[in-house]
T-cell receptor, first 115, second 111 residues
């Protein structure tokens, strides 16, 4: 079956513009995560959708960042008024069950460059 | 507050020798620990995990050791191969919580 997909694969934008990143998780996966990886750094947790529970937004770096997920399907991460420090690879992952240990499957990421 | 730490950003090992990647954590409540491997321009892929009630898990060339008293885990790759060259992330998981990742260690296996 299909894995986690993300679009676009690359995005170049000008400072101050808004961007929207999309994640298509594996069908039936309850949990969905967004991470950010800046150049030379590790995976930084952003937000976690856990089924019908309220999302864990504790990793969002500022109110310019927001994310939505409709049911157990697609998620979009929106960054408003982008800044150069937002340049990073944005990774999405999904897992079958929220709140329990089970394997996370990652998408290939969206490389965002803010000029 | 970095709960999972990988203090070595990079490691070089000769082909055929052992690679040892280390990870330290601060929260004794974690239930599972995992290692992920990441190639450039790809998402991380799961490699091996260990439950907090175990001290060793082996899968082929990969073995993970957990020392709960020291809050330390390590990944051993024997023998190392050039295809193992990648960034390795340590991660920890607690039920009803989320995954916490370390900053990664870049492994280079020299032919």
């Amino acid at each position: 079956g299909a894995g986690v997909s993300q679009s676009p694969s690359n995005k170049v934008t000008e400072k101050g513009k808004d961007v929207e990143l999309r994640c298509d998780p594996i069908s039936g996966h309850t949990a969905l995560y967004w991470y950010r990886q800046r150049l030379g750094q590790g995976l930084e947790f952003l937000i976690y959708f856990q089924g019908n529970s309220a999302p864990d937004k504790s990793g969002l770096p500022s109110d310019r960042f927001s994310a939505e997920r409709t049911g157990e399907s697609v998620s979009t991460l929106t960054i408003q008024r982008t800044q150069q420090e937002d340049s990073a690879v944005y990774l999405c992952a999904s897992s079958l069950i929220a709140g329990e240990y089970n394997e996370q499957f990652f998408g290939p990421g969206t490389r965002l460059t803010v000029l | 507050d970095q709960q999972v730490k990988q203090n070595s950003p990079s490691l070089s090992v000769q082909e055929g020798r052992i690679s040892i990647l280390n990870c330290d954590y601060t929260n004794s409540m974690f239930d599972y620990f995992l290692w992920y491997k990441k190639y450039p321009a790809e998402g991380p892929t799961f490699l091996i995990s260990i439950s907090s009630i175990k001290d060793k898990n082996e899968d082929g060339r990969f073995t993970v050791f957990l020392n709960k008293s020291a809050k330390h885990l390590s990944l051993h790759i024997v023998p190392s191969q050039p295809g193992d060259s990648a960034v390795y992330f340590c991660a920890a998981f607690r039920r009803t919580y989320k995954y916490i990742f370390g900053t990664g260690t870049r492994l280079k296996v020299l032919a």
